[in-house]
């Protein structure tokens, strides 16, 4: 994907190279705690050209916590040659240990005694409850053996995994004290505005207590890290050790916790990510009564609606979740929800776009009957889902094979920029199409047409047209004709890959 800033999407792809998660990213803190402070407490008075955080940070500081997660590994060899104590989240300190790694898996011999290898992490976390809740990323402690929370005041607790949530990345840990503890309150992430000031407290490169601050920068930002990506942005410095930390609104309320950047350097450039409090809210709450997610699940597959498709299937305008799959052992089966469905309210909440739908299906209650309505062929339907849970849904086997399809009749059809086959032995041996796989053969693709831009492919097969079946090349016609005297400008195509995967393609018909 592009690598110029045009948008947090565009910027990131491919994720996995762009978004560096900040280990530890530092918060922007702006208040109190419970035992601090009440939240209630007015917003700080904010002075033309320069507003003091001081007493805020001030207020704030005893709250935010540094994180220090050991792992321990057993190795075989020789003893390690001792790796210098640089401290964690030194600049070069992943250079120099992995040098000294080598060196060590160098001059280890056959058959000797398994030895034990330590490997450190840092990051940042917050104080919640006074009784020692701590909440951090998930990524920051990662499968660690050995958790310190150590407080600004030198206080250094051992801590324990309460739970943890990797589509999220947040963790919740408990450490015990005599003394109750300072803590911070969430706030409401929904109410922040694009150009709200913010201010993050962390532990940057092991530095720890450092202050940063700035603004929000966009909202609901997809970095393509997770099925729930809404991110706040903000240009509050955030760098590698800020990870778990804190992001606080004026009042002193965590608005966000900092997870990643956007970083060609693996510093901060002004581009941070941090999970907003709406979210994280529900999440931490679960892990807290029951040390693990408890998500709300749908059971169907989703993709976007674009305007091509809105047209094509009398949307108007381009909303909600077009529906590409239902589980067969899901709750959305049983409750009427189809292929080619357009859910666009669910549980009176509504569905603006395929994002919005699986944050709102995962934060609504298991077991809870959900309206949720959909546009079915032009006409508005309600269905009542029975929510299952999704923790359940994941470990639901693939549904069996489809009946096998109908003998096609051995024509050729082009259209569209696309030349349509019957399926025959032949071509199902070409193009390894599994069992039971409905549909007519797309055995060429015009590389100029609106089709290949679709990334329609040779060897996929289109099972419906206009959201009836195609069996054949002439039902293929038949149906391009039909849709062409209702006036439609595109073609709504469902694609199947030679495994049977579903999906939506909305094609022009010159």
């Not at 803590?183 to 929904?190: H, L, N, P, T, Y």
């Not at 329609?456 to 047209?465: A, D, K, M, P, R």
């Amino acid at each position: 994907m592009a690598t110029k800033p045009v948008s947090a999407t565009a910027t990131l792809a491919p994720a996995s190279r762009r978004i560096a998660l900040a280990a530890g990213v530092g918060v922007l803190s702006l208040l109190m705690s419970p035992v601090i402070a009440s939240a209630q407490t007015a917003s700080a008075p904010i002075l033309q050209g320069q507003m003091s955080l001081a007493d805020l940070a001030e207020r704030v500081m005893p709250a935010v916590v540094n994180i220090a997660a050991v792992t321990t590994n057993d190795t075989r060899g020789r003893t390690l040659p001792q790796i210098p104590q640089l401290g964690p989240d030194t600049p070069f300190g992943d250079l120099f240990e992995e040098f000294f790694n080598r060196r060590g898996q160098g001059q280890q011999g056959q058959g000797q005694a398994p030895q034990q290898r330590r490997s450190q992490s840092a990051g940042s976390g917050f104080v919640i409850d006074s009784s020692g809740l701590v909440v951090t990323n998930n990524h920051v402690i990662g499968d660690a053996n050995e958790i310190t929370v150590i407080f600004n005041s030198g206080l250094r607790l051992k801590a324990e995994v309460v739970g943890k949530d990797a589509k999220v990345d947040l963790a919740v840990l408990r450490v015990k004290h005599d003394k109750p503890l300072p803590a911070v309150k969430f706030g409401d992430s929904d109410k922040m505005r694009i150009g709200d000031p913010v201010m993050a407290i962390g532990n940057p490169f092991g530095l720890g207590g450092s202050v940063s601050s700035g603004i929000v920068s966009a909202r609901n930002r997809d970095i393509q890290q997770g099925p729930y990506d809404t991110y706040l942005q903000t240009d509050a410095a955030i760098n590698k050790g800020n990870s778990g930390g804190p992001l606080f609104n004026m009042a002193g309320e965590v608005i966000g916790i900092n997870t990643a950047i956007l970083s060609p350097t693996g510093g901060s450039v002004g581009i941070g990510f941090a999970v907003p409090s709406s979210l994280a809210t529900s999440i931490v709450d679960q892990l807290k009564e029951f040390g693990e997610t408890r998500r709300g699940w749908l059971g169907v597959r989703i993709q976007s609606v674009d305007d091509a498709t809105a047209e094509a299937l009398g949307l108007g305008t381009a909303r909600g979740a077009l529906v590409a799959g239902v589980d067969e052992k899901g709750p959305g089966k049983p409750a009427g929800l189809d292929v080619g469905d357009v859910i666009t309210k669910f549980d009176g909440k509504e569905v603006k776009d395929s994002r919005d739908l699986p944050r709102i299906v995962a934060a609504t209650p298991v077991g809870k009957d959900v309206p949720v309505t959909i546009m079915r062929k032009g006409k508005e339907e309600v269905k009542t889902v029975k929510l299952g849970r999704l923790e359940d849904g994941e470990k639901v086997q693939p549904a069996s094979a489809r009946t096998p399809a109908e003998p096609a009749k051995p024509a050729v059809t082009t259209a569209l920029g696309l030349e349509f086959s019957p399926q025959t032995e032949e071509l199902r041996k070409r193009y390894s199409i599994k069992e039971g796989v409905k549909g007519v053969v797309v055995t060429k693709v015009d590389p100029n047409s609106n089709a290949a831009d679709k990334r329609v492919q040779v060897g996929e097969l289109i099972v419906e047209i206009g959201q009836e079946p195609v069996n054949s090349p002439d039902d293929v016609t038949k149906r391009l004709d039909a849709l062409k005297k209702e006036g439609k400008k595109s073609a709504l195509l469902l694609v199947s890959n030679a495994q049977g995967e579903v999906r939506f393609v909305a094609v022009a018909m010159n």
